[in-house]
């Protein structure tokens, strides 16, 4: 077994411990300002990651650092509240290790969840956005020796987003009144918010809305045969057209997420009760 193996199998039997015989089969990760969205889940156990073997801590604004297991939309659910970034100075082993650990403890679907900059040009703050498809231009997560145990050395992105889901996000959120965005995230390294030319460098290739997260986690979750929806709430306006005096702030990003994650919630929830 290799080195990150024991790692991960280490934090994996830690949790384990915990919580018993819980088997969750939903994974989901929460970014920016989305942490609230943990409130719903029931019967929870909560595990900081500092007690985790392994586990990186979130340094991360609007990332409290936690793992919750318990019950939500009727099931058993694992639930990162907080990520790991790249920037942060972690290796793509680190960013992505919570991926796999969910792999050990059975879970078979991953939602990821993001805040990020619009890139499209109809897109507006608050705005939620579904990925189908993503650029990535952060370190490949699978580059170095193969995790066999995982998955294979070279796994099909051609579909990397659940199409099927997709589509019950769509239907959810119309029965609820409100309408999803679709398209293409770009990831980046961050931390440095991005310049006017590549903005539009972004919009040219393809992008729809940009940000420093999610995709070393859909990729890892892909090589281990995870279905995954990916969601991001569009929390600022990411163009080449800005004013003089306009500054990118991390703070209005959190409270771009605040307003909408009860959209979330619903949107999350009903994903859950419909599998």
């Known amino acids: 077994m290799l080195p990150i193996e024991e790692k991960i199998h280490a934090a994996a039997s830690y949790i384990r411990e915990i919580i018993g015989d819980k088997k969750p089969v939903v994974g989901i ?3 920016s300002g989305l942490g609230s969205l943990a409130d719903n889940i029931n019967d929870k156990i909560v595990i900081p990651y500092k007690d985790i073997p392994n586990f990186p801590q979130s ?5 409290k650092g936690n793992l919750i297991i318990g019950e939500l939309a009727g099931k058993t659910i694992i639930c990162m509240q907080g990520r790991f970034h790249y920037y942060e100075g972690y290796s793509m082993d680190q960013v992505t290790i919570g991926v796999r650990v969910m792999k050990l403890l059975n879970v078979e679907l991953l939602i990821v969840s993001c805040a ?3 890139l499209n040009p109809d897109f507006k703050v608050g705005d939620i956005m579904v ?3 993503h650029i990535n231009l952060l370190p490949n997560p699978l580059i170095g020796k193969n995790l066999e145990s ?3 050395r070279f796994p099909d992105m051609s579909h990397p987003y659940d199409e099927s889901l997709i589509e019950k996000a769509h239907s959810i959120a119309k029965e609820n009144g409100f309408a999803l965005r679709d398209g293409v ?3 980046g390294t961050g931390p ?3 310049t006017k030319a590549e903005y539009k460098f972004f919009r040219i290739i393809g992008g729809d809305a940009v940000a420093m997260s999610t995709v070393p986690e859909v990729i890892v979750a892909r090589h281990c045969d995870i279905r995954v929806l990916g969601v991001s709430i569009i929390t600022n306006q990411s163009n080449d057209t800005y004013k003089p005096d306009f500054k990118n ?5 959190i409270k771009a997420a605040d307003a909408v994650v009860g959209k979330m919630t619903v949107l999350v929830k009903g994903l859950i009760s419909s599998l």
């Open 29 to 31: 990760v929460l970014g």
């Open 59 to 63: 340094t991360a604004v609007g990332h």
């Open 116 to 118: 990020c900059g619009a």
């Open 131 to 133: 990925i189908n498809d």
């Open 150 to 152: 995982f998955g294979t």
């Open 185 to 187: 995230y770009v990831a």
């Open 192 to 194: 440095s918010y991005e």
């Open 249 to 253: 702030d991390e703070q209005e990003v």
